[in-house]
Each structure stands twice: as structure tokens, then as C-alpha cells.
């Protein structure tokens, strides 16, 4: 045993043995400490002065770097992470100093590229995987797509001759690179490099023109490229990098990865995908059991991490902008802020990706091998252990064990377990296995007359044939739920009317086949109520939200809200894609998720109609604070860095009542006296109510009313807040009316600085606490119910729950003459805490005789919670007049006593 502790070393590694042995003069070349880009540039300048030609120079570098590694890494206990910063930028520095080279060499003997405008012609080299995510294991290969801007020719020689193609000149440009860095000579290699992953893999040309690019990932780009080019990244030349036509190729490839909508079709192309490996896994190791041990590609290895990774990335990073990182340990971050892994099933994955690939390492550390598999040789094994920190290969191989259950759990888990071999599966399904005439024997009712219609309907017709097959799996699946008693026929013949139209946006249904639970869920909604399908239909992307279990035990969180808004405008901040239209768009997709996961709670009865108002409430205040934020951001001609700036919400968002698709009461306030502040915050209004107002292709945020600012429509749209407070407190001739009082006793400041909004507090406080002639402001109040009412006209027989005697708005204007008449003495009834609220407190200051404001609030919230059910199910709310007796009572009581009528 003391024995292999001795070789708990770097120098049991027969590769560090040939190093030391072949180089022990030049490795003193190499500075001390973590190789980075300065020690590797270094090391290659001493080597060019020691005389060795430019290949030798780029190969001696890498063996060096890698012994050096191997040092750190197992006697020092460096990080994954700092070896492969070191391998990419080791990889980044040899392409670069190779690029160079080639380029030198061949303008030399044809000239520069040039493209149609004169202009030099220029060439990309692209990192794909570990590269581009700086992952690089210390004996990969490089995988590299080569890209150019535009097509031309080159000048020639001094004379003009020897003008060739820019595509040929770059081509030529190509095999230079790879005889440098690929080729193998007396002195080793640099890097295996691998250009399959290029358009139409080897059969395709060695560079590609970006226009060529474009329209091949737009025509032929298959799935599994969309995992390939994720983790893409200019690498070479060093000056490229950051540079307009680098720019030019991620606006290229990032719609291409990530898709605008909620994409589930990757699921089957990644099945296939993993199948292929794993098959091909399987033949190398047949009669080869010593090649079953795959640290990579066996089950839950390093790819199953990066497969779910990735799958996660491409299917939700169009929305959430901040998961387009490339790292994989990065990535797993992100997806716990962005609610899509639980931080337990992050952290063990991250863990086992971190042992995985310290294991990795080792393999390759022995012999500098591109292999992934466990020696079979009990002292290489133990070596490995011991340098782990474990005690023997028996422990190796638990943990190996330990964290590639945990992965293969995880992996199974997010694409619905491992599915039956098949021989010579492609992944396709016959359009011949299964039809709609075939289906229809199985249905019944509603929801078979619904489907029949489908037999003709040119959506269907057109789907292609894996489309139609997910489609008719999920009508057989609904119709056995049907069967079966787990949903209604109702519902089933709702979920048909959904999707009707949406049959060409092929990824919802591959979302319903992949998450039962989410097919479930739907078509429990739209059984509830109809206005949740008429929500679906113009928002369906937002039904992946059913997807989280934890949707129906949270509630609406505005600081984790506004928070991951910030985060993904900052993603897209980075990535220069923060335009307008991207943060409208933004901003509709996370309300309109808000609004879904709220309607969910509240169909699934988590919620009372008092907290689905209150979230709703909560949501709108914090999409004005942000949009203001942002607007402000984006104002040309702003003039301090936090405005001066003010909403006051009236209404249902003013008093927390607020329903699914009300509009916003509010109005604009500042307190600036700078000369330009009237025309600065006219501006931002301006903008601010275009951006909650105006329809994008992901729709709009909310409808605005600013008719209660003072004056109503013919004033100012915004406002000082001197100018404000004198209009509400009869300050000066121009002044507020009566019912604009009855409003003030339910508005807040929903935006602006807590000592602006404790001066509109002490606004409101001083309204409500004037001196009043009562018998006049009953008068008042009543000759404004009464033309409210004129305005609304209940059929007799009838009772409407909002508008008839004794319904809702009788009950609010009672409140608000109590709060205005006796706020004064009162100071219970000054705050804004809602109707049910303050009608107690009425009662409990001997205002109401009884249990009449208890009875009074009971009502209230019974009529507000018959008015939310019917517009969920979009009908009327109306009822015959004897269905509500006591509610109705309760209202014509409390209206008499105030109101003596």
C-alpha cells in the first residue's frame, strides 16, 4: 500500500514520464504556476529562440502545458475548472499563432481575400463544444467550423497573378491550420481537430461563406445542430473576437438555437440522438467488457449531464435569455434561478460533473489517449483513487457508481425514462400505424364529432407525418382519460378547439406528449372555465408553466419577479439584443406566465377571489415599475439618472381588486422642478403607456385610463405633484369634484420614491379629512349612484350582482361617503385596506348598527366572488332576483341606514 501512495503522483502517468524524460531542459522554459495565455505565449517565444521551427513549437508547448497540468491537477489539487481554462486557452493561443502562419503564408503567394467592395475578406474560426464552452479535456479533440464573410478572390501577386477564389483561398487556409495544429510528426500533435459538425458535415466544404451558413441552418438544420452550435464561439484570430462580422454570425446562429416559441421537438431528436451514442457505445464494447466503462458515454456519464443540460437550454432559452451560457456548471446555475431544476438535483449533477470529469482527466493523464474509459490495470486504477483523495479502486468505483446513478435518474427523468431497443430505429413513426379513421372507433360523444371534423381539415392535412402521429397519440390518450373518468368530455372538446389553430406550431404537441401532466392539467383548466381557453389561445405558450409542480403552491412574488426580469434584460444586454421589440416581448411573456400561474392556483381553488386580486394587484404595480425603470433607461432626453416620476393607481389596481384583463386607473405625478421636466416626463409617459399599451406579436400588458388625472381628458397627461395636490385639496379656482374624492379614498402611489409617496399619502389624508357639509355630500353621492345606475338598467326579475339595488356598487359608494364623512374623527377608516375591511371597521366605530357591516362585507365578498366566476366562464352576471336574498338584503340595508333611501 505504501507503495501506491508513493505513486499518488503526477509521475506514475506514463505520458508525464515521456515528457520529463524528452523535455526536461525545456520545461524550465515554462513559468511557474497555472498556465494562462501569458505563460503559453512565453513558452512558445522561448522555444522560437532556442531555434525550433513553428509546428515543433506549438507541439513541445502542448506537451508541456499538459505535463504541467497533470502536476497541479493530481499533487495540488487544482480545479476542473482551471484545467480547462488552461487546455482552451492553450487551444485558443495554438489556433491563433497557427492562423497567423497560414495567413502569412498564403497572401504571400496569392494575395489578400477580398470581398465584392474591396475590402479584405475575413475568416472565422469557430469553437464548438468543450472549445466553445471552455471545457476543453486535456486530451480532446477540437471540433471547428470555419467561417468567412463574403465570397470574392484574392488580389494575386505583385503582378495580379495567381488570383484564386476567397472560397478556395480559405479553404487553403484551412489545411495550413490543420497541417500545424492536427498533423502528426516526430514531436506528437497539438489537437485532434474534427470539422464534421461544418454544413453537410465532411461532405461539405471546408469553409463556409455566412450567407451560406444562414441559409443552410434555416433550410436543412437538423436538431442535434442545435445542440452542436449552443456552445459555439469565435476562437481565432484573437482580434476577430468581440468584432462586427463576429456579431454578424451570432445574430445568424442564436435564432437558430433558440427558438421565439416553447420547442419540445428537440425531445425525440435528443432520444435519437442519445440512442445513436449509446448503440454505438455498446458495439465498441462488445466482447470488450473492459470498454463498457465509459466515464462519458455509458449511462449517467458526462454526456447524460450535458444532454440534460442542453435539452433544458434549447427548449426554454428563446424565453429566458440568461440560460444561453456555454459552461455546463454555469448552466446548471441558471436553470435553478430561472425555476426550471430544483438547487438539489443542480447541485448533484454539478457534483458529478466535476468528479466525472476529474476522472476524465486521469484517464487521459496516463498515456494521452482520447479515451473516457477506466484502465483496466489495478495500479492505474488505484492511482486514480489516490489521487482523488479516495482510498482504493473499490472506493473509485462506488463513488463512480454513486454519481452515475444519480445522473442516469436525473436524465431518464427529464426525458421519460429509457425506451425499448430497436433495431434500425430512426426515430420516425409510420404515417401508416395509425390514422384518424382508425382513432375515431375509440371516441365517443362530443369529442369524437369534434375530432371527425379533422378528417378534411386542411391544418391536419398538413402536418407532417410525426406531427399527425403526436397528434393522434394525444386524441387517444384524451379519449381514454374521457373513458376513464379523469377528464370531461366538455373539456376534451375545448382542448380540440384550442389546438385547431394551432396545429402548425408543431412544438405544442410535442410539449402535451411529453408532459402528461401538463396535458392533465389543460384540459382540467379548460373544463373549469371558458375564459382560461380563450387566454390559452392567445397566449399558448404559456401552458409549459403547468409543467412546475411548485406553480400551485407559490404565490406571486414581486421582488423575485421584477429581479429575474433585470436578469434576462441583462442577458440580453450582453449578448446586444436588448432592442426595443426584445423588451417588449420580455416583458408580455413573463406577464402573461404571472397571469396563467395565478389563474392556475385560482381553478384549482388554492385560491380566494381576495388573493387572486391581491397577486393580480401586485403583478400590474410591479410591470409599471419595471417599464418605467427601463423606459427611463432608454429616454434620450432624460436629465437625471432616477426620475422624479410618480403613478397613482386608482380603482380596481387602487384598492387590490383587480380581475383578470382589467384596465389601469392611474395617473402621472412629478416632483422635479428642473426647467425641463414638464416636456422629459411627457415624454416618458408617452413612451411608457406605448409600451404597456401597444400589441407585439406576444401581445399586449394592459389597457390604460388616465381619464381621473386632474381636469380628466382635456388635462395635462402628466402633471406636477404642487400642481396635484392643490387640484385635490380646492386649492386655487381649478379644483376636483366630488366623485373624484369618492375615487382618491381608494388610490395609492404604486410608483415613485417613499417620499413621494408619503406626500401623496398626506394628500389623501387631507382629502379625505376635510370639513364637509354631510347632508350635501350625501346628495352628491346619491345623484351620482343614480346616473350610474341609469347607465346600467337591470331587466326586472333580475339581479345584477354589480349594478341592481343592494349589488357591489351600492355597497362601495356606502363606503366611500363613510370614509369621506367620518374619516376626520375616524382615523381607522383613513387607510386604503378595501371595501370588506373598512365596512368592519365602520361597524366597530358604532358607524353601523349591528352586524350590519359584517353582514355588509360577507355580501360583498360572496357577490365578488359570483362576478369572478362567471367571467371566468364569460357569462353574464346577471341572476333571477330571488337567488340572493340575504346578499342583496345585506346591500339594500347598508345603503338605507348611510343613505336614508
Aim: some cysteine.
Amino acid at each position: 500500500m505504501t507503495r501506491l501512495e508513493n505513486q499518488a503522483s503526477a509521475a506514475h502517468a506514463r505520458f508525464v514520464q515521456r515528457v520529463r524524460r524528452r523535455y526536461a531542459t525545456e520545461s524550465a522554459l515554462l513559468p511557474p504556476g497555472l498556465p494562462g495565455k501569458a505563460a503559453i505565449a512565453s513558452l512558445a517565444s522561448s522555444l522560437e529562440t532556442e531555434g525550433h521551427e513553428p509546428g515543433h513549437v506549438l507541439r513541445i508547448t502542448r506537451q508541456l502545458i499538459l505535463e504541467r497540468l497533470a502536476t497541479l491537477d493530481c499533487e495540488e489539487g487544482s480545479t476542473v475548472e482551471d484545467v480547462t481554462a488552461s487546455m482552451t486557452a492553450l487551444a485558443e493561443c495554438s489556433l491563433d499563432r497557427a492562423f497567423a502562419l497560414s495567413y502569412a503564408a498564403l497572401s504571400a503567394q496569392y494575395g489578400t481575400p477580398l470581398s465584392p467592395s474591396g475590402t479584405p475578406a475575413q475568416l472565422l474560426v469557430v469553437g464548438m463544444g468543450k472549445l466553445g464552452a471552455r471545457e476543453l479535456n486535456v486530451s480532446s479533440d477540437i471540433d471547428l467550423i470555419y467561417v468567412y464573410d463574403q465570397d470574392g478572390e484574392t488580389t494575386g501577386d505583385s503582378v495580379g497573378r495567381g488570383r484564386i477564389s476567397n472560397q478556395e483561398f480559405f479553404a487553403k487556409m484551412v489545411r495550413g491550420i490543420y497541417a500545424l495544429i492536427g498533423d502528426s510528426t516526430d514531436y506528437g500533435f497539438v489537437f485532434r481537430v474534427d470539422l464534421a459538425l461544418r454544413p453537410n458535415g465532411n461532405s461539405g466544404p471546408a469553409a463556409v461563406s455566412l450567407s451560406a451558413l444562414e441559409e443552410y441552418l434555416h433550410v436543412q438544420g437538423r436538431e442535434w445542430e442545435r445542440f452542436a452550435w449552443l456552445k459555439s464561439r469565435v476562437v481565432a484570430p484573437a482580434a476577430a473576437v468581440g468584432s462586427a462580422f463576429a456579431l454578424q454570425l451570432r445574430a445568424v446562429v442564436v435564432p437558430f438555437v433558440f427558438r421565439r416559441y416553447l420547442d419540445y421537438n428537440v425531445f425525440d431528436s435528443l432520444r435519437v440522438l442519445h440512442r445513436q451514442i449509446r448503440d454505438h457505445a455498446a458495439k465498441r464494447s462488445a466482447g470488450r467488457p473492459e470498454r463498457s466503462n465509459d466515464v462519458k458515454l455509458s449511462r449517467g456519464g458526462i454526456r447524460e449531464i450535458e444532454f440534460t443540460v442542453q435539452l433544458l437550454q434549447v427548449v426554454r432559452g428563446g424565453q429566458f435569455p440568461d440560460l444561453r451560457t456555454r459552461p455546463t456548471t454555469s448552466a446548471l446555475g441558471r436553470l435553478v434561478r430561472a425555476g426550471l431544476m430544483p438547487p438539489t438535483s443542480a447541485t448533484a449533477l454539478a457534483e458529478a460533473y466535476v468528479f466525472l470529469r476529474k476522472v476524465e482527466h486521469r484517464i487521459q493523464y496516463l498515456d494521452d489517449q482520447q479515451t473516457h474509459v477506466l484502465p483496466t490495470n489495478e495500479e492505474d486504477l488505484c492511482w486514480i483513487a489516490l489521487t482523488l483523495g479516495l482510498r482504493d479502486s473499490s472506493e473509485l468505483l462506488r463513488e463512480l457508481d454513486r454519481h452515475r446513478e444519480v445522473v442516469a435518474q436525473e436524465f431518464d427523468s427529464l426525458l421519460g425514462g429509457s425506451e425499448p431497443a430497436c433495431k434500425g430505429c430512426t426515430g420516425k413513426h409510420s404515417p401508416n400505424a395509425m390514422d384518424l379513421e382508425s382513432v375515431l372507433p375509440s371516441l365517443a360523444g362530443g369529442f369524437q364529432s369534434r375530432i371527425k371534423d379533422w378528417q378534411s381539415h386542411p391544418r391536419v392535412l398538413a402536418l407532417k407525418d410525426e406531427s399527425r402521429y403526436r397528434l393522434l397519440r394525444l386524441i387517444v390518450r384524451t379519449g381514454q382519460w374521457i373513458a376513464e373518468g379523469r377528464t370531461t368530455e366538455d373539456a376534451a372538446v375545448r382542448l380540440a378547439d384550442w389546438m385547431e389553430p394551432l396545429l402548425r406550431r408543431e412544438s405544442y404537441l410535442a410539449m402535451l406528449l411529453e408532459r402528461p401532466q401538463v396535458h392533465e392539467r389543460l384540459l382540467r383548466m379548460l373544463g373549469a372555465a371558458r375564459w382560461p381557453a380563450r387566454y390559452l389561445l392567445k397566449h399558448p405558450g404559456v401552458i409549459d408553466e403547468l409543467a412546475d409542480s411548485r406553480t400551485l403552491d407559490d404565490r406571486f412574488d414581486a421582488l423575485l419577479f421584477e429581479a429575474d426580469l433585470e436578469r434576462r434584460r441583462s442577458a440580453l444586454q450582453i449578448s446586444g439584443e436588448d432592442d426595443d421589440e426584445s423588451l417588449l416581448n420580455l416583458l408580455r411573456r413573463a406577464h402573461h406566465a404571472e397571469i396563467f400561474r395565478t389563474l392556475t392556483r385560482d381553478i384549482e381553488g388554492r385560491l380566494t377571489v381576495e388573493q387572486v386580486a391581491d397577486d393580480l394587484s401586485a403583478l400590474a404595480q410591479s410591470v409599471l415599475s419595471v417599464t418605467t425603470r427601463w423606459c427611463w433607461m432608454r429616454l434620450k432626453n432624460r436629465h437625471v439618472e432616477t426620475p422624479n416620476f410618480g403613478i397613482i393607481a386608482y380603482g380596481k389596481l387602487g384598492g387590490k381588486e383587480l380581475g383578470y384583463g382589467s384596465d389601469l386607473d392611474i395617473v402621472f405625478v412629478y416632483d422635479d422642478t428642473d426647467d425641463r421636466a414638464a416636456e422629459v416626463y411627457s415624454a416618458l409617459v408617452r413612451k411608457l403607456i406605448n409600451w404597456l399599451t401597444v400589441k407585439t406579436g406576444e401581445g399586449d400588458l394592459y389597457e390604460i385610463d388616465t381619464a381621473l388625472r386632474p381636469n380628466g381628458n382635456s388635462g395635462l397627461l402628466v402633471t406636477s405633484f404642487d400642481a396635484y395636490s392643490n387640484y385635490q385639496q380646492q386649492r386655487g379656482s381649478n379644483t376636483a369634484w366630488t366623485w373624484e374624492h369618492q375615487a382618491i379614498t381608494r388610490a395609492r402611489c404604486v410608483f415613485g420614491s417613499a417620499a413621494l409617496a408619503q406626500r401623496f399619502e398626506s394628500v389623501r389624508h387631507a382629502v379625505i379629512c376635510s370639513p364637509r357639509d354631510v347632508p350635501s355630500l350625501r346628495a352628491e353621492i346619491h345623484h351620482m349612484r343614480d346616473r350610474v345606475r341609469q347607465a346600467h338598467t337591470v331587466q326586472p326579475d333580475f339581479f345584477d350582482v354589480k349594478h341592481s339595488p343592494g349589488g357591489m356598487v351600492d355597497i362601495e359608494f356606502a363606503v366611500q361617503f363613510l370614509v369621506l364623512s367620518y374619516g376626520r374623527i375616524h382615523a381607522s377608516l383613513l387607510d386604503n385596506v378595501g371595501n370588506i375591511a373598512l365596512l368592519q371597521r365602520a361597524q366597530a366605530a358604532g358607524l353601523l348598527p349591528g352586524s350590519m357591516g359584517s353582514d355588509a362585507a360577507q355580501s360583498y365578498r360572496e357577490l365578488r366572488h359570483i362576478q369572478h366566476t362567471a367571467r371566468l366562464n364569460e357569462s353574464p352576471t346577471t341572476i333571477v332576483s330571488t337567488a340572493l336574498p340575504a346578499e342583496q338584503a345585506a346591500g339594500l340595508a347598508l345603503w338605507a341606514h348611510v343613505f336614508g333611501t
